[in-house]
């Protein structure tokens, strides 16, 4: 009986957390839903902001290898939205429709500081006290290569690679963010993706096999 009254307990308090999480802003609400709303009340623009700040930060710091200019152009893609906002249309993918904000954002600021950046990006998290194991340090040079090499790439093909390959966007939304056809987007890729692998060996100093 005991047991019973224990496992009645437990039934209502997930329910009462269940409910709890339902009366959360925004919750089970589209990120299309929400700015729509935008458009009335700015306020909203905190829950999309929430969702999406940190995969519009990797994107752009993947693209740019940048920290500050990668944290200022999240605020500044934001910025964007709030200003446009009554230019958004229901019908409209609201993350294909952020992603062509941020890749004008960043093209933006590359005119405005004539494509010439400090790649702070290349810098690693500083290791902690002690010895790092040798498959731990061999992971790290590994993955600071494949960032040197993604850097190497020209803008255009670390555009498409990132947004396929890390902002996990489909062909059919990077085409409909970049202004071309799905079946350029895969030849881009393909392309870029070939690319990559042959800096990455040449910075390696290792031959193909």
């Known amino acids: ?16 957390f269940r409910e709890s999480e339902d009366e959360k802003p925004g919750n089970g609400r589209s990120d299309d839903d929400i700015m729509l709303s935008v458009t009335t009340d700015v306020s909203e623009l905190r829950l999309l902001f929430e969702r999406h700040h940190r995969a519009l930060f990797g994107f752009f710091f993947r693209v740019s290898g940048n920290r500050t200019a990668s ?17 958004y249309r229901a019908g409209i993918p609201f993350t294909r429709w952020m992603y062509r904000i941020a890749i004008n954002a960043r093209r933006d600021q590359m005119r405005k500081h004539q494509c ?10 500083p290791p902690g006290p002690g010895p790092i194991p040798d498959e731990e340090l061999s992971k790290q040079q590994e993955l600071v290569r494949l960032r040197e090499s993604l850097l190497r790439l020209a803008e255009p093909k670390r555009e498409v690679l990132v947004l396929s390959r890390y902002q996990n ?7 409909a963010i970049l202004g071309v056809s799905p079946g350029t987007v895969k030849v881009r890729v393909y392309r870029a993706l070939q690319e990559l692998r042959e800096l990455f060996f040449e910075s390696s100093g290792e031959e193909r096999t």
């Open 116 to 125: 010439q950046e400090v790649l702070d990006g290349l810098a690693h998290d």
């Open 1 to 16: 009986m005991k047991g019973e009254k224990g496992r009645e307990l437990k039934r209502a308090r997930l329910l009462r």
């Open 71 to 87: 944290e200022d152009l999240v605020q500044d893609v934001f910025f964007r939205i709030l200003k446009y906002r009554h230019t």
């Open 169 to 175: 966007l489909k062909y059919d939304e990077i085409g």
